[in-house]
Structure formats: structure tokens, C-alpha cells
């Protein structure tokens, strides 16, 4: 796909989690599973310093939630809104203003708090505290800059739950963790560029060792339009790697919207009357269990014809209706590019297309719920009918695991803004940022070419290694161990590969990752067994040497794998006869399976060696 000639624009707004105490109170930065109570909460919306609302907020009005907030042993009555908030953590906005030099910004010289409204539960008090910590900065990535305008310092979320029929449920541990916020300007022009872009932003925070590591500690906001489209914001992308599928799907869906807009104006749609009917009686009989359900349960069926719609439904504009729907309340709708189907008979399509006057191209929607809930999501779906007239609407959208994503809420404006009252003011002084700046890290590609001089690794796993902040814990290791190859796959590959076994090997302390070296060193146990040891530790929370002993391993001389190939030599004479020292490599997979993990395997191939040629001699 030529994104150049689509007008492809995309910027990042990257949020990453800062490794102190929380912003606005003591509590510990940490996420927990215990609850110690719960309370529930309604959320509306309220006026902005100029006197409008914005229409995210009224959007998540309309889905008239409740809201049940577990408390946790790391939240206070600041996280339930029922104490004000403490001062800022000055830890956080050191932070902020560390990464804000680092990326070449300005810092502001007095922050300010501002209140962002958000009431779709996530924060108890309604709304986000968000300070603009400097501007105007930037990052290089492949030769071509992509500009930084704000940095700001502010507050996660709640952490969501459950959530079920007008309720949901959030957890109070990540309320009020320090995020730094870093937006980029839209001059990404490629699905990979935003991606490269994303982790040459994460090399440059976690370099600072003032972050949060692990899933959900950084997050991405992707905006992202084309030519004859319009910016769309997909909110809270996790997975570096799914960057780059997210910015191909959201294009592809655009380029589709656009075309169904075409293709209306093409059958001479030019405005779009929507009225709905009571199709109720029609389908009373009706073999579909949406329909029988919804009408056992005294619900209705309703319906409506959409002028020129036909075969622009499935797959385009059918899963944005349906999104617009949910905000009522429906589980979905049912339309006539996918009927007869879901237990609709051909007939009954016949008699509904009958009822609502359908022509030609027309198409038709229908909703079977309760009936309030039914004509609610009509007048969700009505607004979004019109616009398809115009192709793409803006719009905040959530990620799916497979790339895709749905409707979410209109995008904010700045009527969502408002002054804090209750946090004074930070003057930034000159001799803060003098002290800040003596304590600038190493620049991520600076200290990647050093290590793969000083240590001989690969130019990539240098980098991968500072992209993925292990760079300080292999210096520490490769210092003490001789064979640095090996420290970089181990911190590389090994624990990657633990990791997607759902074993917490990112929780195992670097002093222990030391010593599972030192052991190797020692002769304790052989490298190959590194990876089984790490699982251990990882498994039971053991140190290297209890994680090595539980699995049976002990380090073997040189005289026992001397007597272990001289039993093997003693059971394979026919082989060594037929193939001389042609034996080696069948014989050294024997050797291995006795020894793997208890003997290095460059010991064991030389001990072998040395036994054939001493057979071949006789």
C-alpha cells in the first residue's frame, strides 16, 4: 500500500508509567489483587470554565452506568475522592522534567494542574489531573525528526475489572500512578515509521531507570487519518509490535468508509430520513433466537429502511452502526446484508423489506430488545447513518487483539478542560533544572554502540538490549562473566521466551540474575541449563542455586563426564567400528542427554573427542 499517496498522517501520544509513589498521595505505585472494600458512583457531566460540555463526556452519559470501585491496600480516601489531593510528588515531576531535557523540550518555568473531564468511571472524581510539564521538543529517528509539542505529567486510571449489564466494576491500585505523556506531532508517514518512532520514545524513558517495566506500564494513543478521511484516535494500544496493524487496519477501514460514501452519492443519496417501525407482529413466529428472545422477554423488534445502503453494510458501515448501538444498551443489530441468517427466514426478510418500503439499493436495520432500549440505539445509529454521507467521522476507538477497532466516544475537545483548585502552582526554578540536566543519562544510541565495542556483541543486540532497558543488568553481568554472547541471548531470547510462557521472569531481582552467572562460572551447572533454572526461579521465587538444586542439577566434573563417554563408548563399539570418528555427533547426543545441564557441552565434545581417538588407535 502506497501510504505516501494515501496522505497518511499519524502521531503517537505515548503514556508511560514513572517508578514512584503516587502522584497525589503516599500510596505505593503497585498493582494489587486485595480488596478491602467497595463503593459505587454515578458520573455526570459538567460544564467546562467557558460554560460547554463535551460530547464525550454526554456520550458516556448516555450509557447511564454505575460504577463499583474495589479498594485496595495501596489506595487512600484521595483514590475514592473523598480527601483532596496531597501536593505533587516532586520524585514524578523530576521525572517529567528529566525526560523533557532528554527529548530536547522546553520546560515550563510554573506548573499547573488542569482538570480533564472523563466520566466513563475510570477516575472516581470524574476527571483526570493533567499539567503541562514543557513543549516544543523532539526525537530523531532514522535520520528524519519528528516533533515533540507537549509533555505532560498526569495521573493514571482505574484499572477495569468486570463489567456487565449498567455496571462497571474498577479497582483502585493503579488510580493516581504518575504517567508522563509524550505526543508527537502527525508527521508519521508509515505503519513502521510509528512503530519505530514508539520505541525510540520508550529507549529514550527507559533510560532514565525511573520507569515502570512490564505489559501495561506504556501505552499508546494512535492518531491517525488519511487524505479525504478524518483523524481517529485509537486509545490504549499495549503490544509495540501491534503498532504497526493498527495504523494498516484503521487505514484500510477508512479507504472503505470513503468508498461507501462515494457509492451513496453514486445511487443519488443526498440526505438520509430515518423512521423506525414496530415490526413486532410481523416476526412474532419468527425461528431466530434474538427475535424470540427479545419478544419472550416483552421486548420489541424494530426496524427502519436505510435509503441506498444496500451491500454497504457488511463488513463497512454494519460494525459502526453497531458500535453506535451499544451505547444503548443493545447487544447488537441485526441488517439485510446478513439476512437471511441468525434464524430470519427468507420470508421474513421478504415481509420486513415489504413493511419499511424497501427498493432497489435500500437496505434495512433492525434492533430486538427492550423497547426503550431499542429506540435509544436508534437515535445512536441515526446520526451515524448521516455521516456516512460524509465518509469518516472523528472518533476515539479502542484497540482489538487483532488489530482492528471499535467505536468508543466522539473525540474530546477542549471543552473537557478546567483549572485544579486544590494543587498549588510549581515554580520550576533555574537551579532544578541545572541539577537535572548534570544527571542526564546516556543517549540510548551512544550507550548501545559502546556496549557492542566494549563487549563484542552484535550492533542489534546492543540496541535491542537498551530498547528493552536490560542494558544495565548485562553490563553488570558481562563485567563479572566471560562469555557476553551469551549474557545478551540469555537477557534476549531465554526470558522472551519465558515470558510468553506466562512466567513472571521480569520479577526475578538482578542480583539473583548475577549470581545464576557466578554459578555458571563456578562450574555449578552447565550453560545449557541456564534457561530451566531461570523457569525455577521464576516458578518458585528460589535463588539460582535452591532453583538449581530442586531440578537435580550438579555441576560434573571433568572426571565424571569422563566416565559417562567411557560408558557410552562401551555400548557403541559397533558404530565407532563402521564410522570411526564419524561417531562424534550421534554419540555427543547421547553424552548431552545424560549430562545436559550439569556439563558444559564445548567439555564434553572435547572429552569425546579425545576417547575416538584414542579407540581409532587400537
Known sequence: ???????????????????????????????????????????????????????????????????????????????????????????????????????????????????????????????????????????????????IPTILLEEDAARKVSEAEGEVVYRLDRLGIPLVEIATTPDIESPEEAAKVALGIGS???????????????REDLNVSIRGGSRIEIKGVQELRMIPVYVEKEVERQLALIEAAKELKARGVTRIDVAVQDLSSLLASSPSKVVAGALGAGGKVLGARLPGFQGLLKGRLGPELAAHARVAGVRGILHSDELPGYGVTA????????????????????????????????????PRLRTALAGVPEETRDPKPDGTSVYSRPLPGKARMY???????????????????????????????????????????????????????????AKEFPEAKLVASVLLYALAEIRREGLPVDAIPEDRMRGLFSLVKAGAFAKEAIPDVLREMARSGRGPGEAAKALGLAGAGREEVARVIEEIVAANRDLISLRGEGALAPLMGKAMERLRGRADGSLVNEVLRERLKKESKK
Not at 415489504?354 to 426503550?372: M, Q, R, S, Y
Request: charged share 30%.
Open 347 to 382: 420470508g421474513e426478510v421478504g415481509a420486513i423489506a415489504k413493511a419499511l418500503g424497501v427498493t432497489g439499493p435500500d437496505a434495512f436495520v433492525l434492533v430486538a430488545d427492550e423497547e426503550a432500549k431499542a429506540r435509544r440505539a436508534f437515535e445512536e445509529m441515526i
Open 204 to 218: 529514550w524513558l527507559r533510560a532514565t531507570r525511573r520507569v515502570m517495566r512490564g505489559i501495561g506500564t506504556i
Open 1 to 147: 500500500m502506497d501510504y505516501k499517496a494515501l496522505g497518511l498522517r499519524c502521531g503517537l501520544e505515548v503514556h508511560q508509567q514513572l517508578d514512584t509513589r503516587k502522584l497525589f498521595c503516599a500510596c505505593l505505585s503497585l498493582l494489587s489483587e486485595k480488596t478491602e472494600g467497595t463503593f459505587l458512583r454515578r458520573l455526570r457531566p459538567t460544564q467546562s470554565e467557558m460554560g460547554e460540555v463535551d460530547a464525550a463526556a454526554i456520550e458516556e452519559a448516555k450509557r447511564r452506568l454505575a460504577f463499583v470501585y474495589h479498594v485496595t491496600d495501596n489506595s487512600c480516601l484521595v483514590e475514592a475522592d473523598e480527601e483532596p489531593p496531597h501536593e505533587a510528588n516532586p520524585d514524578a515531576l523530576g521525572t517529567a522534567l528529566l525526560v523533557s531535557l532528554m527529548l530536547e523540550a522546553e520546560p515550563v518555568r510554573e506548573v499547573h494542574f488542569m482538570r480533564k473531564l472523563v466520566i466513563d468511571g475510570s477516575n472516581t472524581t470524574g476527571f483526570q489531573r493533567s499539567a503541562l510539564i514543557a513543549v516544543d521538543g523532539g526525537i530523531t529517528v532514522d535520520g528524519k525528526r519528528i516533533g
Open 419 to 477: 483549572p485544579e483548585t486544590d494543587v498549588p502552582p510549581i515554580r520550576v526554578t533555574d537551579e532544578w533544572i541545572e541539577r537535572l540536566k548534570k544527571d542526564l543519562p546516556e543517549p540510548p544510541e551512544r550507550r548501545a554502540a559502546r556496549l557492542s565495542e566494549r563487549y563484542g556483541i552484535h550492533d542489534q543486540q546492543a540496541r535491542q538490549l537498551v530498547q528493552e532497558g536490560s542494558d544495565d543488568v548485562f553490563e553488570a553481568i
